[in-house]
């Protein structure tokens, strides 16, 4: 029996299935985290630039005094859309300016998660 030909998406499934299974536990992931904001923050790998508390690194800024910046609706817009607010927004153009990464934007989540997450960070973050 021939095997088919290992192509690159073959492979990266192949890494995906396998990274899944090892992660693969008696409890739930999710029940890790004490809100469905917080398991978002982790899924989304909010960490990786902004540190798993928030304070920032090489990558993003630190997630602080957020509450005097932004709304619950407001801040769910951004999580969609970050580059349309960098036009009206200085204080953003400048944290855009001192980090080699742009903010991904989240469209793929929809509305009422990103409002889920919004309130995760405002509540953590204030």
Same mark, same amino acid.
């Given at each position: 029996?021939?095997?088919?030909?290992? =192509? @690159?998406?073959? +492979? /990266?499934?192949?890494?995906?299935?396998?990274?899944?299974? &090892?992660?693969?536990?008696?409890?739930? %992931?999710?029940?890790?985290?004490?809100?469905?904001?917080?398991?978002?923050?982790?899924?989304?790998?909010?960490?990786?630039?902004?540190?798993?508390?928030?304070?920032?690194? =090489? @990558?993003?800024? +630190? /997630?602080?005094?957020?509450?005097?910046?932004?709304?619950? &609706?407001?801040?769910?817009?951004?999580? %969609?859309?970050?580059?349309?607010?960098?036009?009206?927004?200085?204080?953003?153009?400048?944290?855009?300016?001192?980090?080699?990464?742009?903010?991904?934007?989240?469209?793929?989540?929809?509305?009422?998660?990103?409002?889920?997450?919004?309130?995760?960070?405002?509540?953590?973050?204030?």
């Amino acid at each position: 029996m021939r095997l088919p030909p290992i =192509t @690159l998406p073959r +492979a /990266l499934a192949a890494m995906l299935f396998l990274g899944a299974l &090892s992660s693969c536990g008696s409890g739930n %992931a999710a029940d890790s985290f004490e809100t469905p904001g917080a398991a978002l923050f982790a899924q989304e790998t909010c960490a990786d630039c902004h540190g798993a508390d928030g304070a920032g690194g =090489t @990558l993003g800024p +630190a /997630l602080e005094t957020l509450s005097a910046h932004w709304t619950v &609706s407001d801040l769910s817009a951004y999580l %969609a859309d970050p580059r349309q607010f960098l036009h009206s927004d200085e204080r953003l153009v400048r944290l855009g300016q001192r980090y080699i990464m742009p903010m991904p934007d989240f469209r793929g989540l929809d509305e009422a998660t990103r409002l889920v997450l919004a309130e995760h960070l405002l509540a953590t973050f204030p």
